[in-house]
């Protein structure tokens, strides 16, 4: 495994144990609102690091912190949950530069 490819599936290892520390063994659908965006932005950075380690083995790039996610910006507006999952991914990518 390259380095680089390891300290990305490192990082994905840790947000997904951050996840399922937010989430104590509920389902992200049945938690309660104050845990929520905590959940959705663990999930956002779980989900945007493995498209990072998907692109690493592949030889691509691994997709920029301020576009992660950007088709579905439109529905961070009014929502908080997709705020924070936009937020957690793009932070998760920030952190690998």
Same mark, same amino acid.
């Given at each position: 495994?390259?380095? &680089?490819?390891?300290?990305?599936?490192?990082?994905?290892?840790?947000?997904?144990?951050?996840?399922?520390?937010?989430?104590?063994?509920?389902?992200?659908?049945?938690?309660?609102?104050?845990?929520? @965006?905590?959940?959705?932005?663990?999930?956002?950075? *779980?989900?945007?690091?493995?498209?990072?380690?998907?692109? *690493?083995?592949?030889? &691509?790039? *691994? @997709?920029? @912190?301020?576009?992660?996610?950007?088709?579905?910006?439109?529905?961070?507006?009014?929502?908080?949950?997709?705020?924070?999952?936009?937020?957690?991914? &793009?932070?998760?990518?920030? &952190?690998? *530069?």
């Amino acid at each position: 495994m390259h380095l &680089r490819e390891l300290t990305i599936a490192e990082a994905r290892a840790a947000a997904l144990a951050a996840l399922a520390t937010t989430a104590a063994g509920d389902s992200l659908c049945t938690l309660s609102r104050e845990r929520l @965006p905590a959940a959705k932005y663990h999930e956002g950075a *779980v989900a945007a690091l493995g498209e990072a380690l998907r692109a *690493v083995r592949a030889d &691509r790039a *691994v @997709p920029a @912190p301020e576009t992660w996610g950007a088709q579905w910006s439109h529905l961070a507006g009014a929502d908080s949950g997709w705020r924070a999952y936009l937020a957690g991914g &793009r932070d998760a990518l920030a &952190r690998l *530069v």
